[in-house]
């Protein structure tokens, strides 16, 4: 047995026999368990170790080779397996509620193992080939013969397809880079290529305007399970890039560039999320602002920076859940969710509006909730290099507690008498109510995680040591 069989191989099998269920409920409780169990093997399994069980004795390997190719997960890597695995059995459990089970589930399960298998591929240039397998598999998480793709949908397709010949020839680029180090002009091609390749895989501004498109057009539940992991396992992809150059990782001017991509998504999210007046479209300025924060922890000294990024995880894939499910449920209420038409929501879905408003919260870095620790660690950090930096995430930060207040004043406007008629289901009320304590308990007890984020730095040889 090997590592890349279990969390890679497995779950495309399962992922393709459960194609063939329709039960929104067996599918919820079958994707969520199998995905909790290879969170639960990957914490508490370990790799290259020898295990006695009773008189059976066994190790996982580390490494698979196909086609010529290796697939490695190191024994550091397991930590990060069990979040990934760990948040995405989160999305499966409350797929029932949401009602896109069928797809999200089977779908979900085989674009989860293809990212992972873009950080374990070696050589790492095949990686991009992974992450384009992945986005392919998305566009029939988001569409179907009787819903042709918007405009948001095709765009998604051709920014994220467009970053791939940008990142293989990176990989070109920086095999001459390796043999000449002293060729500065080839070493700021390759990088250059790295930068493009990035901004179209992370939506960095301009290049994020079919977010908000995809929001609009399609289930809020579906799009958001996109929106997380496929920016959070490319930027661990990236800072894989940073962590094996050391000319790159060494950069001054990568610093800055890092700094300037982190802090204009932050401020244009934010600001943009402050005058928006459509409920989907502040949700997606703020999944923008989000990636922000965490390109931005890449741009501090590693040994402070790594460890924000892997805090903003669990936050992030916890806040956007319950946001895309509070957005699914309200949007099967209202015509449109724009404000005209969301004005008194909460008389008839009490829990979504609630949740969504915490969601909102959270990420605005709202003291007491999940967001809040890494974030004030970030400012902190932040704050330390650069006191004008520092405001202008503040000014971001406040554009999205801005919305999330516009947002509770409209959904808590009501005609006069007017009744409360809660429309919600028991398993939205259920899964949306368990999503909000998690949010809270995130923020007030933020040390539960670092049980499973302690070891993640040393995933990376130079990174974060």
Known sequence: ??????????????????LFI?????????GGVLATSLALIAQFVPIEEAMLVGTFSFKIDSSLTVLGRTLVILPA??????????????????????????????????????MVASLAVEPFLFAALFIEMAILLAIPLLTSMYSPPGRGIVRFLIYQ?????????????????????GDLA??????????????????????YNWVPMLLEEKSPYTAGFLLWILPTI??????????????????????????????LMIVTGGLFAGF??????????????????????????PKLGIPILFLLIPARALGQAVWSLSLT???????????GASRGLLRITPFAGVGMIVATLSTSAFPLLAGFPARLALWEGLSRVSISASIWMGIGILGLLTSAFRSLAVISMAEEYTTWERRESLAQMLMLGLGMIGLFILGLFPQIVQYFLSELPTMFEHLGR
Not at 22 to 30: C, D, E, K, M, V
Not at 175 to 181: N, Q
Not at 329 to 339: A, C, G, L, P
């Open 1 to 18: 047995m090997n590592a890349p069989t279990i969390w890679i191989l497995v779950p495309i099998f399962f992922g393709l026999l459960l």
């Open 22 to 30: 329709n039960s929104q409920r067996a599918l919820s409780i079958l």
């Open 77 to 114: 890597e397991g930590s990060l397996l069990a979040l990934i695995y760990g948040a995405t059995a989160l999305w499966f459990f409350g797929a029932e509620a949401s009602k896109t089970a069928t797809r999200i589930v089977p779908i979900g399960l085989m674009i989860t193992a293809l």
């Open 161 to 181: 397809t467009l970053a791939m010949p940008f990142i293989l020839l990176t990989g070109w680029l920086l095999g001459g880079v390796e043999a000449s180090p």
């Open 186 to 207: 080839l070493a700021a091609q390759s990088a250059s290529m790295l930068g493009l390749g990035f901004a179209f895989l992370l939506a960095i501004f301009p290049l």
């Open 234 to 263: 490319t930027i661990i992809f990236g800072a894989g890039f940073l962590d094996r150059y050391s000319w790159l990782r060494s950069a001054p001017e990568l610093i800055i560039a890092l700094r300037f991509a982190g802090l």
């Open 276 to 301: 928006q007046r459509h409920l989907g479209r502040i949700m997606a300025y703020g999944v923008i602002a989000e990636t922000g924060f965490s390109i931005l922890a890449l741009s501090l000294d």
């Open 329 to 339: 449920v309200i949007k099967d209420q209202v015509e449109t969710m724009r404000f």
